[in-house]
């Protein structure tokens, strides 16, 4: 966070210890795997991003974004296997995306 510009700086891969000492290990991801943490975040970004853009703001849209979002990551892992985790979130946030820019999530 910087305060003169009141906005968040990301500093840049591998350099979150949160992200790469906590968040990493409690899902189970090794250092190899380390990149699929960050593709997330940057992927959870756009989805913001995007809502921002189409001017998403209503609490119940937001909401309704943020339930399909995790109900297509949800079955997408009802058919993974738990190898697979991190690669299916990614699925599923890239086609809630998708889903998100022809606002086929707000329906």
Same mark, same amino acid.
């Given at each position: 966070?910087d305060?003169? %510009?009141?906005?968040?700086?990301?500093?840049?891969?591998?350099?979150?210890? *949160? +992200?790469?000492e906590?968040?990493? %290990? /409690?899902?189970?991801?090794?250092?190899?795997? /380390?990149?699929?943490?960050?593709?997330? *975040?940057?992927?959870?970004?756009?989805?913001? =991003? %995007? /809502?921002?853009? +189409? =001017?998403?703001v209503?609490?119940?849209?937001?909401?309704?974004v943020f339930?399909k979002?995790? /109900? *297509?990551?949800?079955?997408?892992m009802?058919?993974a296997?738990?190898a697979? %985790?991190?690669?299916?979130?990614?699925?599923?946030?890239?086609?809630?995306?998708?889903k *998100?820019?022809?606002?086929?999530l707000?329906?």
């Amino acid at each position: 966070w910087d305060p003169k %510009t009141d906005q968040f700086v990301f500093r840049g891969r591998g350099s979150s210890y *949160l +992200l790469d000492e906590k968040i990493a %290990t /409690m899902r189970g991801v090794s250092r190899r795997e /380390m990149k699929l943490i960050y593709d997330e *975040l940057e992927l959870r970004a756009k989805i913001l =991003n %995007t /809502m921002k853009k +189409l =001017n998403i703001v209503d609490y119940y849209d937001v909401f309704r974004v943020f339930a399909k979002t995790y /109900m *297509l990551i949800d079955e997408k892992m009802k058919a993974a296997s738990k190898a697979d %985790t991190q690669k299916v979130i990614l699925e599923g946030l890239e086609e809630a995306l998708e889903k *998100l820019k022809t606002k086929e999530l707000l329906r």
